[in-house]
C-alpha cells in the first residue's frame, strides 16, 4: 500500500513540477472544442445539438495523447524495471499510474467540461449528465488507455500505433457518454446510460491491470 | 542462504545466448561475470532478477525455485542496470525516498542520509537530479542499494562513468555488503579489486546447423 | 536440448500442411465453382431486388468470415500466452490479413449493394459500423506485428491485443447496436430483405463452404511462408555467429 501511495505521489509531482503537462492537455481539450464552431458555423441551434458529442470527442483525444505519460518516461530511464522488480505486484502499480494519468488528466477535464458547455450552447439540463458520465467515462478512459500505453511502450513512434489500437476500444465509451447526456435533454431516464458507463468502468478495472502488467513484463524482458 | 541456477538457458528474441549455465551464490559471496559482448552478462543478470524469463533451467533460493512467488524473489534483490532510473525534476534526497518507499522500506531521514553520505552525495541531497553529472547520477543509484537494504545485489556494469575515486568507493562498498552476509553478483569489464570473489565466465552460444 | 524441440515443432506442422494443402484447395475450387454457378445461374432473382440480390452470396459469407477468423486469431493468441507455441503465434499473425480482407469485401459488397437498395453507398447501420470497427481492429493488430522488431516480442504484444479485442468487440457490437436504434431504426428493418428460400439457401451454404475453404487454403500458404521466413532468421543468425 505504501509503495502504491508513493508512485501515485511521485507522478503527481512529477506532473506538476514539470509544468505544462496538464496545461498542455487542458489546452488542447480547449483548442479541440473551438475548432469545432470555426468548422461547422455559429448557429446556437446546430452546436448545442452536437455539444455534448464535441465535448467527449475531444475529450478523448486529450487523454489519448497524454497516454505516453503514463509509463513512457519511467521506461525510457529505467525506472519502471526497478518499479517492477519492487515487492508491489505489476497490476497493482499498473492501476497506481492509471488512477494518476486521470487525476492529471480525466480531472482536469472533467473541470473544465461545463466551461465549454457553456461555449457550446448546451440545453442547461444536459449539465448534470455531462458531468456524471465524465465521472464515470474518463477513469475509464485512462484504463484501457493505459493498455495502449503498456503495448506500445518499447515502440519507436509508438504514438501513431497507440491511437490506432485505443480509440476503437473507447467507442462504448464514447456512444454511451453521449447518450446519457442526449437522454437528459430530452427528457428521458438517464441511470441506464451510467450503469452501462458504470459497468464499462468496472470491466475496464479488471481488464486493464492483467492485459497492462503482461504488456509491460514483455516491454521490459 | 545459496542462491543458484542449474541449466539456464536464454534466448534473446529468436537468438540463443547461452544454454546449460550453472552458477551459485552463497552468503558473503561475490561472483564476477565475465566474458565477451554478447556472451549474455546482462542477460545472466536480467533472468536472475526475473525480468527476464529464463527459457529453460531452474532459479533456487536455498533449495526453492524463484519463480514460485516472483514478488517475494524481487523482496530480496537489488538490482542496478544501464540506465540510473533518476527523474531529473526531483531532487537527489526524493529520487532515493522515492525508491526506499516502493521497495516497501519505512524511510526514515536516517537511512536516505547514511546511504547519500556513504556514496560522498551529501553537499548534493538537495540538488534536483537534472545538474548532476553522468558519474554523480550513477553514484544516486549505487546510494539506492544502501538506502534499501537487499540480500542480493545484480549490479550490470557498476562502474560506468565511474572514475577511480568512486570506483575504489563502490568496490568498498560491495565488500562490506559481503563482509555483513550479502552476495553480489557483479557483471564489470574493471577490476574492481575484490579479493576472494569467484569469478564466472560466460562462453557465447554456438547454434549447430 | 527442450529450445530445439520447441524450434522443431513447426517442421512436424509443415509436413502436415504439406500433406492436406493439395486436398484442401482441390475441395474450395470446386466449392467456389459449384457455389458460384448456383448463385449466379441457378438462384432466382429477388421480386424486389432483382439480380442485385446475388450480391448475398459473397456478401453474406464474407461477413461471417470477418467475425469467425477474428476468433480463431483470438484462440490462437491465448494458446500463444498459455503455451508459448510459435505455431499459434505464426497461425494468428497469418489470419489477421485474411480476416482484414474478409471484413474489407464484407464492407465493399455491402456498399454495392445498399446503393441499389438504400439509394446510398453507405448508412451509420449498426452491422456497417460495427464491421468498420472490426476492420480497424484488425489493422490495429497488423500495425503491432510490424512497430516491433524482435517477433517473438511482436507476438505476444499482439497476442495480448487480440484477446483485449476479443473481450471488447461484443461490447462494442452492442454498444453500436443500442446507438444506432436510437437513432435511426427505420434502416435496419430493410436489411432482414429476401425470405430464405432452399434455392438461396443451399448456394449460400456452399458459398460459405467456400470461403471457409480459401481461408484455409490461405492460411496454410501464410503459416508455411512465416515458418520458412522464421528457419531463413534462425539460420542467418547461425551464420552470422561463425
Redesign the interface.
Known sequence: MRALLALLVRDLRLAIRQGGTVGMTLGFFVITVTLFPLGVGPELELLSRIAAGVIWVAAMLASLISLDRIFQADYEDGSLELIALGPTPLELVVLAKALAHWLTTGLPLLVTAPLLAVLLNLPVNGFVALIAAMLLGTPALSLIGAIGAALTVGVRRGGVLLSLLVLPLYIPILIFGVAAVEAAIGGFVVAPHLAVLGGLLIGATVLTPWASAAALRLALE | MIFEGEEL?C??????VF??LDFRVGDGEILLLEGRNGAGKSSLL?IC?????A??GRLLWDGRPADEDW??H??R?Q?V???????P??TVAENLR??A????V?VSAGGVDKALERMDLRDLATVPARFLSAGQRRRVNLARLLATPARLWLLDEPTTSLDTVASAMLAEVVRDHAAHGGMAMIATHLDLGLAGARRLALE????A? | MSVMHRFANPTRFLRIVELLFPWVAGVTALLTVVGLYLGLFVAPPDYQQGDTVRIMFVHVPAAWMALFVYAVMAVCSAMSLIWRHPVADLTAKSCAPIGACFTFIALATGSLWGEPMWGTWWVWDARLTSMLILFFLYLGYMAIWEAYDDPTRAARAAAILALVGSVNLPIIKFSVDWWNTLHQPASVATMSGPKIHSSILIPLLVMALAFKGYFLTVLMMRVRSEIIGMKVRRLRLAVARD
Do not use: I, M, T
Not at chain 2, 534466448?11 to 540463443?16: C, K, T
Open positions: 538457458v534466448v534473446r528474441g529468436e537468438r540463443p544454454a546449460g536480467r532478477s526475473g525480468l527476464l524469463k527459457a529453460g514478488d517475494e524481487h523482496g534483490l538490482y542496470g544501464h540506465q540510473d532510473a533518476l527523474k525534476v526531483l522515492f525508491w518507499r516502493v521497495n516497501g519505512r557465447p552460444y554456438r547454434l546447423v
